[in-house]
């Protein structure tokens, strides 16, 4: 396009990715207020018991409720958060807001065994040498047990991590709080590394399960599970799969020895009162 503008290589050539940029822009300076005004609002996802299909836990997702542009995913605005250190009182808040929720519907199910919380920890929080405090708190001011925590951090954010940006993690999983390995399968982990990081939970990407969708099931992506999974039973650790859509998906992780699951087969990420309804239901 800018060739047939005159071939000036100052004009931008892309009028969409201009769009963009100021639409970036205009998200970015209007995050602090949005928190303020209390923009954000969370959707869970349940995470679900292959074995019997009964409520683990659910997975606390942010959303941005925007006054012009609507309802926008995480992708659209972590990202920025990210960048301008906004995702530190946001993650606050969303940690906040999510052990509150999970307290309570602890609460109300007393009998129906301890509900987990999942949360998303993004690499700047990890920085943030106010983490453990952070957690600390929020969990002594809620009542939760630490133990119905779980804090998602993928595996990028801890490739070669240096023991520095793992002690705040080694900290809260001391206390008994859950971390699990998000995304794992998609950055380039050495398998070994694994025994030096505080986890107890691999969350195997999607992009695997998107292989048990065929029929029948992709060959290579099986045997990689099935690998997986031994390897982290061996070290002790749980697997969780995400992006299930289907029975057969879920069947087939079932047979590879998966723990637990999560994917819209079960259910989309909605409102708090869906996962009520669920563990009243006590089964997906
Ligand atoms: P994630 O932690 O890997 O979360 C799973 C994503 O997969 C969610 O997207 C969820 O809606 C989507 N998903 C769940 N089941 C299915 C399925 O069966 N099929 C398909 N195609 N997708 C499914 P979402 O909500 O758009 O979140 C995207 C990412 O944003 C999350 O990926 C997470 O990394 C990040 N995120 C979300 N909430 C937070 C947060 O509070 N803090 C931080 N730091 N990151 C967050
Ligand atoms: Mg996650
Ligand atoms: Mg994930
Ligand atoms: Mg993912």
Redesign the pocket.
């Known amino acids: 396009r800018a060739k047939s503008a005159g071939g000036n290589r100052y004009e931008r050539a892309d009028p969409e990715a201009d769009a963009r940029a100021i639409t970036r822009h205009g998200l970015t300076t209007a995050l602090p207020a949005a928190l303020d005004r209390g923009e954000f609002f969370i959707e869970y996802?349940p995470l679900v018991h292959l074995g019997d299909g009964t409520v683990h836990g659910a997975?606390?997702?942010?959303r941005w409720c925007h006054p012009q542009h609507g309802v926008l995913?995480?992708?659209r605005f972590?990202p920025l958060a990210e960048h301008t250190g906004l995702?530190v009182p946001l993650?606050r808040w969303?940690l906040e807001e999510a052990v509150r929720q999970a307290r309570f519907w602890t609460h109300r199910h007393a009998d129906g065994g301890p509900l987990r919380i999942n949360?998303?920890?993004?690499p700047t929080?990890l920085h943030h040498p106010g983490l453990v405090g952070d957690i600390t708190d929020v969990l002594e001011r809620s009542g939760l047990a630490p133990g119905a925590l779980c804090l998602?951090v993928?595996e990028s954010a801890l490739i070669g991590a240096e023991e520095d940006l793992l002690k705040p993690l080694r900290q809260v999983a001391e206390m008994g709080v859950d971390i699990a390995l998000?995304?794992f399968g998609t950055g380039y982990s050495n398998l070994a590394n694994l025994r030096r990081l505080p986890v107890s939970v691999l969350k195997l990407d999607?992009s695997f399960t998107r292989g048990m969708q065929q029929h029948p099931a992709d060959p290579v992506d099986m045997k990689i599970v099935e690998g997986i999974v031994s390897l982290a039973h061996s070290l002790e650790l749980a697997v969780t799969v995400?992006?299930?859509?289907t029975a057969a998906q879920a069947e087939q992780l079932r047979a590879l020895g998966c723990d637990t699951a999560?994917?819209?087969?079960y259910a989309r990420?909605g409102a708090p009162d869906r996962i009520h309804s669920l563990l009243l239901a006590d089964a997906v």
């Open positions: 996802q997975e606390a997702l942010v995913g995480p992708d972590i995702i993650g969303v949360v998303n920890l993004s929080q998602e993928t998000d995304d999607r995400e992006g299930v859509e999560q994917g819209w087969y990420p």
